[in-house]
């Protein structure tokens, strides 16, 4: 599968994941959510292609952080792209979800502090809450290591 085949696939099974074009190598790179890079990227997965006559790499991110190692896949179908995309899913939500509730509500007590901005924050974590976008950290950090290791059922 080409890059651009790798995006039709994902948008058409996941509409909460936004994609972003990449360069050097070309493809795309997706985010969870909101597109937000750095400590606290929101990206799951990037597909890229150095050359048209090159094989498209599926670089799985949730899974090379959680690991700290690159894990890069071959696709070849569309249904190889969403049981992977699920799987990454399924990691940030285990290792990165509480890390997404500490910046929130670091954010919003900043605002707090400067006095203003305290209901919106307020409401968002409430609406995080509710939606279960937010959840209490992990059990254990050997409990998270193993469910990387385990494959998802």
């Known amino acids: ?13 996941f509409p909460t994941i936004r994609s972003k074009p990449r360069r050097n190598p070309d493809g795309w790179a997706f985010y969870l959510g909101e597109i937000r890079e750095g400590p606290h990227s ?12 090159a094989a498209t790499k599926f ?17 070849h179908t569309a249904r190889q ?22 910046c929130l509500t670091r954010a ?10 305290r209901s919106v924050c307020g409401t968002l974590l409430e609406r995080a809450k509710e939606r279960r976008i937010v959840r209490a950290p992990a059990v254990s950090p050997a409990a998270d290591a193993q469910a990387v290791r385990q494959p998802h059922q």
């Open 81 to 102: 792209v969403q049981e992977l995309v699920t799987e990454e899913i399924r990691l940030w939500h285990l290792h990165f979800w509480s890390i997404s509730l500490r």
């Open 42 to 53: 929101t990206r799951i997965a990037r597909a890229v292609q150095k050359t048209p006559a």
């Open 108 to 117: 919003c007590s900043r605002r707090a502090a400067g006095g203003a901005g």
């Open 59 to 75: 670089k799985l991110a949730v899974t090379s952080r959680a690991k700290n190692g690159e894990a890069v896949h071959e696709v």
């Open 1 to 13: 599968m080409t890059p651009d085949q790798i995006k039709q696939a994902i948008e058409s099974s």
